[in-house]
């Protein structure tokens, strides 16, 4: 790796976000390109199910450098973050049969009980993106987010239930399983049990989302 290169990964920086919904902190790695940091637009990404989201922001540091995007990537570690944590936002309590399946794809059972959302995992997504244009004095102009394989199950669901105020792009690529516009079945396959959200539901559809 040349000292270029070195340079870049020199200015990868990290700060803590306290996760009410689990008690714990995680980890919330950045990337701003050179340049007055006041023209930047800001994207969230996240990783797929390794949960590897350094790796994932040196990915896209090539992309960032060349449209003036600051890279924001959180890091919904395994230690304290289930599979259902990550794909699902702690929203369901899941448990997984290991037996007859990999890793990946294991058997799950589901409650069809919605938690109470101060549980939801979703709120940190906008509370991170606060916490760093308050930090860098930047204004609020909003952010996109992009997700991969898990990371895409998060970003979809997050489109579908947040209602996030300041997401203004969603960008879901290869994600294992979608949660659809289904009223026949209970999440997460569909929306049967989230009559509650009916309204935050059907304003995600008039959203900026590309699947």
Same mark, same amino acid.
């Given at each position: 790796m040349g000292n270029k290169e070195n340079k870049k990964l020199d200015k990868i920086k990290i700060f803590e976000h306290k996760d009410k919904s689990k008690n714990c902190n995680l980890n919330v790695f950045y990337y701003i390109p050179d340049g007055n940091i006041s023209d930047k637009k800001v994207i969230f990404v996240m990783s797929g @199910?390794? $949960?590897d989201a350094l790796n994932y922001l040196k990915i896209w540091i090539k992309v960032v450098d060349e449209n003036n995007y600051i890279i924001i990537a959180p890091e919904f570690d395994k230690k304290n973050y289930s599979i259902a944590?990550?794909?699902?936002? %702690? #929203? #369901?309590d899941v448990e997984y049969d290991y037996r007859s399946q990999d890793i990946y794809t294991p058997l799950m059972t589901y409650d069809e009980k919605i938690k109470d959302e101060d549980k939801w995992i979703y709120h940190n997504i906008d509370e991170i993106y606060l916490e760093f244009i308050e930090s860098h004095k930047l204004n609020k102009d909003g952010f996109i987010i992009f997700g991969h394989s898990s990371g895409s199950q998060f970003v979809h $669901?997050?489109?579908?239930?947040?209602? &996030? *105020?300041? @997401?203004?792009?969603?960008? @879901?690529?290869?994600?294992?399983?979608?949660? +659809?516009?289904?009223? &026949?079945? +209970?999440?997460?396959?569909? #929306? *049967? %049990?989230?009559?509650?959200?009916? %309204? $935050? #539901?059907? &304003? &995600?559809l008039s959203k900026g989302y590309i699947y």
């Open positions: @199910c390794y $949960r944590d990550h794909e699902y936002g %702690n #929203i #369901i $669901r997050f489109l579908m239930l947040e209602d &996030s *105020k300041y @997401c203004k792009k969603y960008l @879901c690529a290869n994600a294992g399983l979608y949660t +659809f516009y289904d009223e &026949s079945k +209970f999440y997460p396959y569909g #929306i *049967k %049990n989230l009559k509650k959200f009916n %309204n $935050r #539901i059907n &304003s &995600s």
